[in-house]
């Protein structure tokens, strides 16, 4: 029988405000163990929480990012369960009235992906096990998160995949996460049924837990998807419970199954006032939106010339689209920067990570002045192509590394001479070139282009050996 | 009543005693005679004597005094003191010294208040009589084999025998107005969101309210006027939002309209009836108008607030786990075993009892049955109120049935000892003040209170009232119980 896959994703993403959600401690990653707290997102007692207007403003953004609905009125509620991460003994979130609700993200097939909601909450710290001993860090605690829930309308790993890449690049670019999944700033739980190809009734589904990585997450539903398959054809029925994925074995194994899942006693947090957004505040957000993607990509191939697939690279990182930008000002091909961007600078960058800081040696204007000197013909691609590299190396502006020289490239009479002395140097290749073998007179171009160091034109050069040759 | 905290002011401004000679008779007051009462659970005279030697450096420089500053006075154990030891008396906390303070402990400090120690309650605010304290009870300092009342029993006992001139209690169902009611003493619960609660360690967070229990009206307005301001770090918290109440006191209550809800007088004690309805005569004389109505949802009162505040509580106190701070069980084997021994060995059995039925209200299964059920009667509580506002500027009750219980009288049955609460309860669940004063003595001389009833953020119109009274029965309601500091 043919199967077909039901699939939500949860996606619990950090913000990236300065401060926490609830106090005013930093929500920089890392640092020394329990440095980045205070009495507050530690929650000794007495202390309450305050909640931080700019998380409200972020996952507002977030929501308007993804076509939803924001609510007019909505409240924190007080999600209770005991783990040592978890200070008070309950985490601050939103149960029946979140922030956003009904959006979506459309894919590439032109599916579209509901999002059911997104609310905020706070993130709990985390536990380090050392020694045989566990301790506990609370530098992550009350750092503020969105919860992103989707509908089940996810039908392929390659659906899933896409939505989470939309989600992550759509983060990104409005600014409000830099969703590392690495670091753990985009986390995503998979819940995951299957059925009989054209029914409609839902399977039973399970969820996955905690997928750290694009790689992991796919490996895991492939394996979740065959297993479920595998016990409907066998006969035998799927049980509702939550899993998680062991990356040694590629397998996912059962964590609790549905009768041992939390009461949480979800109920109005009184420490904290109801949340109030107007029409006004929306406007205000919306007009500091930076535009869709989907917007982006158009004005990339319509403005820029870029082809779809160059566009998408670009736009892909909001600190690259930015750099792009201005490195194209009033540069008469921008595909040139875009091609310095994807090749040269890229094969330095390794990895999503290096991409997305995106710190390298090249200021945007210096690239600008540098392809503003091919524009006027002051230099040729290969020089141009030389002199980024060494801009990378260096740091340094083009006007310290290409001479006045240099530039302007190489006056027709020194070119010639060139050529000629390179003819002269290379009798075989001559008779070869002459014998028909149009191959041979590349190495006597090759030999011009060392004499010059580059700043030949290759293809003035080429002509003007062929007609020298001929004569 | 004249204000106490006035007049000490004025002795020390013209200098007929130095802040550091009334401070130490506080001291000494303390050290003698505590044991009769265990009003204080930690004493810090140090501090006191530290912050009176600064007061008398400002007198001896000219500076005019604040209104608070130099007064000997004491907090309930549950509102946090950075670096001294704060407890809610109970053992889980033992031995945690908050690294911060509250906001009201902080005011009071910028204005060189003298704090001479914490003081008892019931564990964690629960409770009536303050015999949950894992301290033990303070007893009435009019009648030692009788409770101070709770659960601000402690600064009840510590101002009603003289070891204090006021204190600061906190009150989620009526703990600040009983004891003061049952030492003879003028309590406050201020509007919710009047008066900051960050610090003040969470019994039931939608209920709390801090508040000053003093020998007179004019000092719980003083406190009041100085404590009921605005707070960032609570965003509940409005503060004072009309001019200072200290200003209205004076003012004719003719025409006053005093509301009567005969259901505040179903089951209470005849000699309390009483001497409320003679207050009520006295408040005819001065003019007053008095306006009788029914508010049969008081009915839902108990049930209400005791579902809502255990449900808050049981999520209140779930921090309490040893692994941060206060009591760890010496012995256990894992994770789940050390926190379970820690709260086992740690809360009393009052504590449990609530935490155990909020656990139960909150539920899955039983959520819409309780925890709903009361939040929906809540609101009906609330539109009752505002309806009798509609009608009255105050609502004038009994603040108990009764007058105070023998020792160990809490600990036979829970649910009579919550039943107890009935007249005090209501205010909180619609976050209304409510002051309680004095208006007699029971035939054992016990002290009878009463209590003024407002509109939200109307503190001035209830201490006016109150105040009025006070004046025309003069010394008659009040009795000074014979010990402590000798003002007179």
Request: charge should be negative.
């Amino acid at each position: 029988m043919n199967y077909e896959l039901v699939c939500g994703l949860e996606t619990h993403i950090e913000l990236a405000t300065k401060t926490k959600i609830f106090c005013s401690c930093t929500t920089e990653f890392g640092g020394e163990p329990n440095t980045h707290c205070c009495p507050i997102c530690i929650g000794l007692p007495g202390t309450l929480p305050k909640l931080n207007k700019n998380v409200v403003e972020y996952a507002i953004m977030a929501g308007l990012a993804t076509y939803c609905e924001i609510s007019p009125i909505s409240k924190m509620d007080r999600k209770n369960y005991v783990y040592p991460d978890l200070p008070k003994a309950y985490q601050i979130s939103q149960y029946d009235m979140p922030l956003c609700k009904n959006g979506y993200i459309a894919l590439s097939n032109g599916r579209k992906i509901r999002i059911t909601r997104i609310h905020i909450e706070e993130d709990a710290g985390k536990l380090v096990h050392q020694r045989g001993n566990t301790y506990v860090d609370y530098n992550r605690g009350g750092v503020p998160l969105i919860e992103i829930v989707s509908e089940p309308d996810i039908r392929s790993i390659d659906e899933a995949k896409e939505y989470l890449e939309k989600l992550q690049m759509i983060m990104r670019y409005i600014g409000v996460s830099d969703c590392k999944m690495q670091e753990g700033s985009l986390r995503c739980d998979v819940n995951i049924s299957v059925r009989p190809k054209g029914t409609e009734k839902l399977g039973t589904r399970t969820e996955i837990k905690n997928m750290n990585s694009f790689t992991h997450m796919t490996k895991a539903m492939e394996y979740e998807i065959n297993r479920q398959i595998d016990l409907l054809e066998s006969g035998e029925k799927v049980i509702q419970e939550t899993r998680r994925y062991n990356e040694s074995t590629g397998c996912t194994e059962s964590m609790r199954g549905k009768e041992d899942a939390n009461d949480y006693r979800y109920f109005r947090e009184p420490d904290l006032v109801t949340i109030q957004v107007s029409d006004e505040d929306i406007q205000k957000i919306k007009e500091r939106l930076p535009e869709p993607p989907e917007v982006k990509l158009e004005r990339y191939t319509k403005e820029y010339g870029l082809s779809d697939a160059d566009a998408d690279l670009i736009i892909k990182y909001n600190k690259i689209s930015k750099y792009f930008e201005t490195a194209s000002k009033d540069v008469k091909k921008p595909k040139v920067v875009a091609n310095c961007i994807i090749g040269q600078i890229f094969s330095r960058l390794d990895g999503d990570g290096a991409k997305e800081n995106f710190d390298i040696n090249v200021t945007p204007e210096n690239l600008n002045a540098l392809v503003k000197l091919l524009d006027e013909g002051k230099i040729k691609m290969n020089l141009l192509k030389a002199t980024l590299e060494k801009m990378l190396d260096t740091g340094k502006a083009p006007n310290e590394l290409i001479s006045e020289k240099d530039m302007g490239g190489v006056d027709p009479d020194k070119l010639k001479a060139v050529c000629e002395e390179a003819i002269a140097e290379n009798p075989r290749a001559v008779s070869d070139y002459l014998g028909g073998k149009e191959k041979a007179l590349k190495a006597i171009l090759g030999a011009v282009m060392k004499a010059t160091r580059g700043r030949a034109d290759a293809v003035e050069a080429e002509k003007l050996l062929a007609q020298l040759i001929k004569k | 009543m004249d204000s106490q905290i006035k007049k000490l002011s004025e002795l020390m401004a013209s200098k007929q005693i130095s802040c550091v000679e009334l401070t130490q008779k506080y001291i000494d007051a303390i050290e003698n005679e505590n044991n009769k009462i265990n009003a204080y659970v930690n004493q810090t005279p140090d501090a006191a004597i530290e912050a009176a030697k600064r007061v008398d450096e400002k007198i001896a420089s000219g500076e005019t005094l604040l209104p608070l500053e130099g007064i000997p006075m004491t907090l309930k154990d549950n509102i946090s003191t950075k670096g001294i030891e704060t407890t809610c008396c109970s053992n889980i906390l033992k031995n945690y010294y908050p690294i911060y303070n509250a906001t009201v402990w902080e005011t009071l400090k910028r204005q060189n208040a003298v704090l001479l120690g914490k003081t008892n309650m019931d564990e964690f605010a629960m409770g009536s009589s303050s015999e949950t304290s894992c301290f033990g009870g303070a007893l009435n300092p009019h009648d030692f084999s009788r409770v101070a009342g709770g659960s601000s029993g402690g600064v009840a006992s510590a101002v009603g025998g003289n070891l204090a001139v006021y204190g600061l209690g906190s009150d989620t169902g009526g703990s600040i107005r009983q004891p003061a009611s049952f030492c003879g003493l003028v309590g406050l619960k201020p509007t919710y969101g009047a008066v900051s609660r960050f610090g003040l360690i969470a019994y039931a967070s939608s209920f709390d309210q801090i508040g000053p229990i003093t020998t007179n009206v004019e000092d719980t307005a003083l406190v009041y006027d100085a404590i009921s301001v605005y707070d960032d770090k609570d965003s509940t918290c409005r503060g004072r939002v009309n001019e200072p109440v200290c200003k209205s006191l004076k003012n004719s209550i003719k025409g006053m309209k005093i509301g009567i809800a005969k259901e505040y007088f179903d089951g209470i004690r005849d000699d309390v009836n009483s001497a409320v309805q003679n207050a009520i005569k006295i408040y005819e004389s001065l003019g007053a108008e008095i306006v009788y109505f029914d508010m049969p949802s008081l009915k839902y009162s108990l049930p209400v607030y005791y579902i809502l505040a255990c449900a808050e509580a049981s999520s209140n106190l779930g921090r309490y786990d040893g692994i941060r701070y206060g009591y760890k069980t010496p012995h256990y084997s894992d994770r789940d075993e050390m926190v379970c021994k820690t709260r086992s060995e740690g809360f009393g059995k009052e504590v449990k009892r609530r935490i155990l039925l909020g656990t139960y209200v909150l539920s899955a299964g039983y959520y819409d049955a309780y925890y709903k059920k009361a939040q929906n009667l809540r609101g009906t509580l609330v539109n009752a109120f505002d309806d009798a506002f509609t009608k009255c500027d105050t609502i004038l009750a009994p603040t108990v049935p009764m007058t105070a219980f023998p020792l160990n009288f809490t600990a036979k049955d829970a649910v009579e000892t919550y039943l107890t609460d009935i007249c005090t309860v209501p205010v909180n669940i619609a976050g209304l003040p409510a002051v309680s004063i004095p208006c007699g003595f029971d035939n054992a001389g016990l002290p009878i209170g009463m209590q003024l009833i407002g509109n939200r953020f109307c503190e001035s119109t209830i201490l006016n009232a109150a105040y009025q009274y006070e004046n025309a029965v003069g010394e008659k309601a009040f009795k000074s119980a014979n010990m402590g500091v000798n003002l007179s």
